[in-house]
């Protein structure tokens, strides 16, 4: 379960807004707590998110923009559609190490970095916004190999994705069948594979 809110929480983070053209991404690559140059393997949980959309998740609304003359990105978060004021704003340099820090209070390192460049071998789950098959535009969550929270484990052996359930108290861990289309009847269909 908490693998899930912090699903949600990451998703609605970095939902975004941007002044190129409709098609582009950013990804936000993550590294962990104590990594503050984003130096060492990508580690944690990472999205790719298209820009200049409006993008419903789970209620959450959401745009990114990049100001390409400053080199950094806004994200601007809604609580209703997209035409409202934001409620909050974020902006970010693209392309450098920098701090993320989560409404929970925790935080972590991450770039931001232009197009689809989630790390290799990570569990991408890739959601179809706008549409109630596994097809259409997307954002995606990810989460690198062997990245684990006490509640949650995701690997990627030998193309695909394998997703843990873990029980924190007693270590015993249970994997999820993440292969085909899921959700099919949501407004947010997805499906997990592991990034090439």
């Given amino acids: 379960m908490k693998s899930i809110n912090l699903l949600l929480l990451v998703v609605f983070l970095f939902g975004i807004q941007t002044s190129l053209v409709a098609g582009d991404y950013i990804t936000v690559v993550p590294y962990h707590a104590n990594d503050t140059s984003c130096a060492k393997v990508p580690y944690g949980t990472g999205s790719v998110v298209p820009l200049d959309t409006c993008i419903d998740v789970f209620g959450y609304y959401s745009i990114a923009s990049l100001d390409t003359a400053s080199n950094k990105i806004k994200l601007d978060y809604y609580v209703g559609n997209c035409t409202d004021s934001?409620?909050?704003?974020?902006?970010?340099?693209?392309?450098?190490?920098?701090?993320?820090?989560?409404?929970?209070?925790?935080?972590?390192?991450?770039?931001?970095?232009?197009?689809?460049?989630?790390?290799?071998?990570?569990?991408?789950?890739?959601?179809?916004?706008?549409?109630?098959?596994?097809?259409?535009?997307?954002?995606?969550?990810?989460?690198?190999?062997?990245?684990?929270?006490?509640?949650?484990?995701?690997?990627?052996?030998?193309?695909?994705?394998?997703?843990?359930?873990?029980?924190?108290?007693?270590?015993?861990?249970?994997?999820?069948?993440?292969k085909g289309c899921h959700n099919q009847d949501d407004i947010t269909p997805y499906r997990v594979d592991c990034t090439k």
């Avoid at 935080?107 to 098959?133: I, L, R």
């Fill in 86 to 178: 934001p409620i909050s704003t974020n902006v970010y340099p693209m392309n450098e190490c920098t701090e993320i820090e989560l409404a929970t209070g925790s935080n972590y390192y991450a770039t931001f970095v232009s197009g689809d460049a989630a790390p290799s071998n990570s569990v991408e789950y890739t959601y179809y916004y706008y549409s109630y098959y596994c097809s259409g535009p997307t954002f995606s969550v990810f989460f690198t190999d062997n990245y684990s929270t006490p509640s949650n484990r995701f690997e990627c052996v030998n193309g695909e994705p394998i997703v843990y359930v873990c029980d924190p108290n007693t270590n015993k861990c249970d994997a999820l069948e993440v």
